[in-house]
């Protein structure tokens, strides 16, 4: 944290990038891996808010059991 008066510190974020991809190297598919499933994850979390509206709007005041047990 800088108090009021201090000199800003200048960092070299190419070189810091430099460092972190040179040390993640070896790393990589297990890096990739972990990128995929946060992707697949993300994307099954933002579909429940999707299912649930379908079945509050379509599937409950219809009373279509198929389409309740489909979005089940």
Known sequence: MRHPGEKED????????????????????????????LIISTSINLANPIIIKYILDTAIPTGNKYALTLAI
Do not use: E, G, Q, R
Not at 12 to 28: C, E, G, Q, R
């Open 10 to 37: 200048n960092i070299n974020y190419k070189a810091t990038f430099k460092l972190v991809f040179s040390l993640m190297k070896p790393h990589k598919l297990k890096f990739i891996s972990a990128f995929i499933y």
